[in-house]
């Protein structure tokens, strides 16, 4: 009858031998394994004899290597020894099979070397039940053997370890096991081992009984003393209903003392283990047809003492007299005996027999709950350890590698893990959850692996746990607060991802905010475009500037974008505020910027970028929210934004009085301006870049400070422009300074060609060149001159001669404090000092330009500017800048 695989291996996970037709209830619960048995070809098959349904060992086994024994010795062998599997490697090899916990079980192991390798050498090595020595197989003195024992198992996992002892290879044939009746075989404590064989008395037969006569498969030998006993049998059916209920034809047969007056004696050597102690089965039925006034009777004797009886068995009726209590033999035999009492006139009977020794389990298997943990463990990292078979913690020899386990002396408390190593075992993935449900661990070592993701918090729950040692992984994010508030001996060095600082600590704390913006459908656009803005920035590593976390501050971003619909304009929209681009204001760097107006009044700078701009929306939409984001007095605001096709635009605030480098140069009909204001525009400047600096949330680096993006309000009040721009929109068109990757040539930090990156103090070098110029009014780079082309080296050659005069701007017409202005020069200078760990802070520039500020202000005379104001119209524009 055909079946498919996969109903087999169903079948065999289940633990549900299905069997043929009519006997599908009978073989319920059977394990029927015949080990080395292909998968494919034969398995599963219906043995000839019993109709036992075997099947391959091949799903609850992992390891060894399957064989034939030599064809000519297999018709001395049943078929289900005729494959068997071996073990070339590891020490201890396991089945794992699936039982029915608290059950009494019939196990049966089946050994037959049959010269499978050629070597005609016959192997001898241990064989386990769970953690505890079950029998020695010696296969050197006899081709087959097998071992027989009622187990009850203590959970549904029923493991059967072969182990190596020496040099030969341990190999099992066959495997079977058969759930017993629930009132059977019940003794005090231990298992018991079948003694020898399972006997029925008949000198006529020569023929086992087993499955299907016996309904839990046990195998009857018959036995027969022939000169001793004399055989008396039955064709009538005999009653075999009882606990045991041994198959009705080892009951049909039975022997009588061949001398009437002798007892009917059973005896055997003990010799071979002379402490053991025995349990006795003894089945009896009249079978014979007796006269009226005959009598059998007899009492049972156990090495000369008697523990049963008189016994009258019952006709065509079975009993089953079983000892209560385990029986040991004094000398090297014991004696089974049936003694006839004076009544009766018949010789004692005895139709079957079963002798078993108990075998005594110390060790108790590794709490449940640690083999599943570390097993899922296993599973998890997909561990190939051979001998990580059979229980982990016992026996003690046989411990798997890389764990330690607290083993007590009182046998009702299971072994636990205490220790894990699993260090440079090539780990890969996150640490294993399972690892959790080892309660009792103290020490875990996962050094030397390739593990990735965080460091788990439960392992600050694990109550036991006091040395974690997680070195030389991969290991990303923070220790997390439990683990660190322990004390206990952590481990974590040689994992370049993972922070264990202090501040990095919070930072699950720090998500908190954001996971509220996010709860808002505006929230999260900004939260994306934010991270694909930090994503840009990566990439653009070359010039990612230190200390510039893109994370924005929560309250920062509700508040701006609470109308930022508002702030895109369509490109119509645009040309319209622009009056068809009708006013120029100038030509910044990244294109031409007009004057326009919003809603009739509100005046804008529309900064219309040039097309080679290779940004993609995504990026410009994300810069655009960040600068939008950032608000401060003596900084430009950017009021909006127009994405449309091909045509980009930003929408500032507009500043009517022009940028600093056209007042400087009176370019533009610009007028000059006076030393105390051109302090103050410094002071203000400054203090916009103080703000990118260290007051904007994520901090800023301007990277383009030059006096051409310092703009002046109506009030002559000084913003910076242009700031945060150049990160992202390079390769616009500036004639009169190239832009150089980032910045302008002649405010660039030198140190910034060295590291390429570009930090504050590079902003500090650019405002001590602007800072120059003011002073001056020198180019900052003098194409005339080769030796001093630079103004830092025009003015450094000018300062040894000591002369302020010579080098103030001559538009000043000596209208300032010396003081004041030899200060001014020498903090351009030492902002302009080519080592940037010696440039002040913008911090204390402005403390410095304040102490400028004070020195010249006796002087003052309340005339801010010398040009009258073009405009009168207040800037109203949507965007109130913030002061900090
Ligand atoms: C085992 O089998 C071999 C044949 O391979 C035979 O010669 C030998 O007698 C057998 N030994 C026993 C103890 O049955
Ligand atoms: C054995 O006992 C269990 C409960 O302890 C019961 O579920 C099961 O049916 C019993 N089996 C037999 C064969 O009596
Ligand atoms: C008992 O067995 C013998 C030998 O097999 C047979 O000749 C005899 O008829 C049997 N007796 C009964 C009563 O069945
Ligand atoms: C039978 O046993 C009795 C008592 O042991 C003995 O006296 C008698 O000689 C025996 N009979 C035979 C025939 O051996
Ligand atoms: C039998 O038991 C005694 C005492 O318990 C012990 O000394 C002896 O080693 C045991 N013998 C065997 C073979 O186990
Ligand atoms: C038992 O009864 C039979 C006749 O039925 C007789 O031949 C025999 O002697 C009696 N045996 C005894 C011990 O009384
Ligand atoms: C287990 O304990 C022994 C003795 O205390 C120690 O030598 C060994 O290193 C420990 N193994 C592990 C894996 O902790
Ligand atoms: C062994 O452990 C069990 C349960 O854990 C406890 O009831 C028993 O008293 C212990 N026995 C000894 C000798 O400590
Ligand atoms: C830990 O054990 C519990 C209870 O046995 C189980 O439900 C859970 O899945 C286990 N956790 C892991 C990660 O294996
Ligand atoms: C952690 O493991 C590494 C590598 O195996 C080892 O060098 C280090 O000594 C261990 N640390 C502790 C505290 O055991």
Not at 68 to 93: C, D, H, M, Q
Not at 473 to 489: D, M, R, V, W, Y
Not at 541 to 555: C, F, I, N, R, Y
Request: proline share 5%; glycine share 6%; hydrophobic share 35%.
């Amino acid at each position: 009858m055909e079946r498919s695989l996969g109903i087999f291996l169903f079948v065999v996970i289940a633990n549900l031998a299905i069997s043929h037709l009519a006997q599908a209830q009978s073989q319920e619960g059977f394990i029927s394994l015949d080990c080395g048995l292909p998968v494919n070809e034969e398995s599963p098959y219906e043995e000839e004899s019993t109709g036992l349904q075997y099947t391959s060992d091949a799903t609850v086994i992992h390891s060894g290597k399957t064989e034939t024994i030599r064809a000519n010795l297999e018709s001395g062998f049943v078929k289900p020894l005729w494959t068997l599997r071996y073990f070339p490697e590891g020490r201890r090899n396991c089945y794992n099979l699936n039982v029915e916990k608290g059950r009494n079980h019939l196990i049966r192991a089946r050994f037959a070397y049959g010269n499978y390798d050629g070597l005609d050498n016959g192997p001898k090595f241990d064989l386990y039940l769970g953690p505890n020595l079950w029998a020695t197989i010696d296969l050197r003195a006899s081709n087959s053997t097998r071992k027989e024992i009622l187990h009850i198992p203590t959970s549904n996992k029923l493991q059967i370890c072969l182990v190596r002892t020496g040099l030969t290879t341990p190999l099992i044939s066959a495997l079977e096991i058969r759930p017993m009746g629930n009132d059977s075989y019940i003794i005090e404590s231990g298992s018991l081992e079948l003694f020898l064989y399972r006997y029925y008395l008949s000198e006529s037969s020569t023929a086992y009984i087993s499955f299907l006569e016996d309904v839990y498969d046990r195998q009857w030998r018959p036995y027969f003393l022939k000169e001793e006993w004399t055989q008396i049998n039955t064709t009538s059916k005999v009653g075999n209903n009882n606990d045991y209920d041994p198959p009705k034809d080892a009951l049909a047969t039975a022997a009588i003392p061949t001398n009437a007056s002798e007892p009917l004696t059973y005896e055997w050597s003990n010799s071979d283990n002379p402490n053991a102690s025995y349990y006795l089965y003894a089945h009896f039925a009249e079978i014979q047809d007796l006269r009226a006034n005959d009598t059998r009777e007899f009492n049972i004797l156990f090495n000369g003492q008697q523990y049963d009886g008189p016994l009258i068995p019952k006709k065509l009726e079975i009993t089953t007299i079983v000892n209560s209590s385990p029986r040991t033999c004094d000398g090297r035999k014991c004696s089974f005996q049936l003694t006839r009492t004076d009544r009766s006139t018949l010789p004692p009977l005895l139709n079957a027999l079963e002798v078993y020794t108990v075998i005594e389990f110390p060790h108790s298997e590794t709490e449940e709950s640690d083999v599943i943990a570390i097993k899922s463990i296993k599973d998890a990292y997909k561990l190939n350890k051979i001998d990580w078979q059979g229980d982990p913690c016992v026996s003690q020899y046989l411990m798997w590698d890389g764990l330690n386990c607290s083993i007590s002396t009182n046998i009702s408390t299971p072994p636990r893990i205490t220790s894990l190593d699993l260090s440079s075992t090539g780990l890969t993935g996150t640490i294993a959850a399972a690892i959790q449900n080892l309660t009792q661990l103290e020490k875990l070592d996962l050094s030397n692996n390739k593990l990735t993701g965080g460091v788990p918090e439960f392992l600050g729950n694990m109550k036991s746990l006091t040395v974690i040692n997680l070195s030389g992984n991969n290991l990303n994010g923070s220790i997390p607060q439990a683990l660190q508030e322990k004390g206990l001996e952590l481990s974590v060095e040689g994992n370049p991802m993972l922070c264990v600082s202090d501040s990095c600590r919070k930072s699950p704390k720090k998500k908190f905010p954001l996971a509220i913006v996010v709860a808002s459908v505006v929230g999260a656009a900004i939260v994306i475009a934010v991270l694909v803005l930090f994503l840009v920035i990566r990439k653009k590593k070359s010039t990612v500037v230190e200390g510039l976390h893109l994370l924005p501050g929560a309250s920062a971003v509700n508040a701006t974008f609470a109308n930022k619909s508002s702030r895109r304009f369509t490109y119509s929209e645009v040309v319209k505020m622009t009056n068809n681009f009708q006013r120029v204001l100038g030509k910044g760097g990244f294109g031409m910027v007009y004057h326009g107006s919003v809603n009739g009044y509100e005046q804008v700078a529309v900064k219309v970028l040039s097309q080679s701009s290779t940004q993609g929306y995504k990026e410009f939409n994300a810069e655009v929210d960040l600068l939008m984001r950032v608000h401060h007095t003596n900084l430009v605001s950017l009021v909006g934004y127009c994405y449309e096709g091909d045509h980009l635009a930003l929408i500032y605030e507009f500043l009517p009085n022009g940028d600093l480098k056209q007042h400087l140069s009176g370019k533009g009909s610009r007028s000059i301006i006076n030393w105390s204001t051109r302090l103050q525009i410094a002071l203000e400047a400054a203090l916009g870049l103080e703000y990118l600096h260290v007051g904007c949330k994520p901090p800023m680096v301007h990277r383009d400070i030059k006096t051409a993006n310092i703009l002046l309000d109506e009030n002559f009040k000084a913003k910076l422009a242009d700031f945060g721009l150049s990160r992202s929109f390079q390769g616009g068109v500036d004639s009169e300074e190239s832009t150089v990757i980032a910045g302008s040539r002649g405010y660039l930090d030198p140190e910034y060609t060295h590291s390429g990156r570009l930090a504050e103090k590079s902003d500090v070098y650019s405002f001590g060149i602007v800072l120059l110029e003011m002073i001056t009014n020198q180019p900052v780079i003098n194409n005339q001159s080769t030796e001093k082309s630079h103004i830092t080296q025009w003015v450094g050659f000018q300062i040894t001669k000591g002369d302020i005069i010579d080098i103030m701007d001559p538009n000043l017409g000596n209208d300032y404090d010396v003081n004041s202005a030899w200060r001014a020069l020498e903090l351009a200078m030492s902002c302009a000092n080519p080592s940037s760990s010696k440039r002040p802070s913008m911090s204390q520039v402005i403390q410095e330009l304040k102490e400028c500020i004070v020195c010249e202000n006796p002087r003052i005379h309340n005339n801010r500017g010398l040009e009258s104001q073009e405009m009168n119209v207040s800037l109203d524009t949507a965007v109130v800048p913030m002061a900090r």
